[in-house]
């Protein structure tokens, strides 16, 4: 029995990777260019054209910048929500079923339907962000209480037998042996923030990646519009990656 | 005099749930003087850990009083002046050899004295690993690691759980040879569980054997070779007698025990 791609070599798995690739975007210009889909969907060529043209740039980058902002904002918001909910729990276990029943709760309900709520309740320039710090809380919560949770019983012993506070043990055990299980929570935080920023912008902030989609949308305006959707898809993998180098270091150290 | 530690008829039954229990310990009353060392031996789930479990604070007794100095482990635990070694060395692997070593410092928050720490360092045998991370080192290294933190407390009590169980052979009679020898300058109270023979004999001054299950003790045993002990008391006729001996009492127990079901060391 052979095991296939699991046992390639790297160059060989990144030249299927490519050729993958390739093919991909192969597809995607022929399908355009013979109108195959339909008018919604643009030659790869077209796209592209736009993402180059330099007339365009202040006005993607505009709307890139507003998103990057509010996602940044409600991602570091997500973190401090997320984390304090669950270090809380975990250093008040009496806390801790309802921390998890009120995030679980939460986190069902859809964020569209929260917008309504955030713009009524916060503003139309900061609900992109709450949605945001929505997303983001619900995952670093739960990396969180399973990553405090993580730490041995031999280490936990350890540090009964030395007469550990419950602050010490938190700090000298739990908050580390947590790392690896939390780098992987920001990580896969960042998408589920990006995608509450768009949506969040949906519900009519002044600009942003998610107003242009809507605006394209509206307009026919079907490159422009894929090229929003390439723009957003770049930066929500481009910062996955780099998280993804943060939590192999996080790994590599602490696990 | 009072005992350093003293176990008075402690019982310990385990809940497993659907109203089923297991008895580990059954009335179990042990003493240990000040800066005597006490090996116990016994069969797998005699309850030898279970008993200094309840020394570490870790657990507590069904029935019965386990005391250090007259006062509850949990106080002298929570004061800081318990040392451990258990048989997963246990250190914390994103630190090296010299935070890991100093970490009870942190733990007590008492400054830590470089110079101390260095000396204890070098009295394991740790010289020039002090920045290595627990997996950069082998076996024997880590759990001398792990004694060197027992030790940096200058601990009242020393509890040690099989510490040598997962090495080798050769390292575990080497790491005999260095405990007697930290030991002896030390002297500290030390409890010793283990099921090596030899190395209960060579290492203390008295051996405790228990038979399971419900865990009792079941002999108590002076040993009195002269300190410090060399390598050459393990080849010496007295010792050969001893531990065949304490092998002959080990051996029926451990042949009663084995068809019992359930857990092993707890």
Redesign the interface.
Known sequence: MSRGGANRSGPARAALGIAGLLLFLCAWQAIGYYRLAGLSWPPLTDVIALLADPERWPLLGRALSATLAAMTAGYLLGIVLGLGAAVGAHMFPIAHPGTDRLAAVVNSIPSIALGPVFIVFLSRESTAAAIAAAHAAFIIYVAASSGLAAA?R??R????????SRL?RLR??DL?ASLPSLSTGLKLAVPAALIGTIIGEWFGAPRGLGVLIVNAMQNFQIALLWSVVVLIASTSLALYSALSLLERACYA??? | MTAAIHVDRARKTFDLGKGKSVEALAGVSLEVRPGEFVAIIGPSGCGKSTILRLIGSLEEPTAGTVTIDGRPPRELAGAHRLGVAFQDHALLPWLSVWQNVTLPLQVAGVKPDDAKIAALIRLVGLEGFEKARPRQLSGGMRQRAAIARALVLGPEVLLLDEPFAALDAVTRRYMNIELQRIWTESRITTLLVTHGVDEALFLADRIVVMSGRPGRIIENLDIDFPRPRMPALMRTPAFHALYDHLADLLEPAAAENEPVAGGGES
């Not at chain 1, 012993?157 to 550990?164: E, I, K, M």
């Open positions: 041995s031999g280490h012993d350890l540090l009964v037998v030395l007469g550990a010490s000298h055990l580390p150290r602490f696990a």
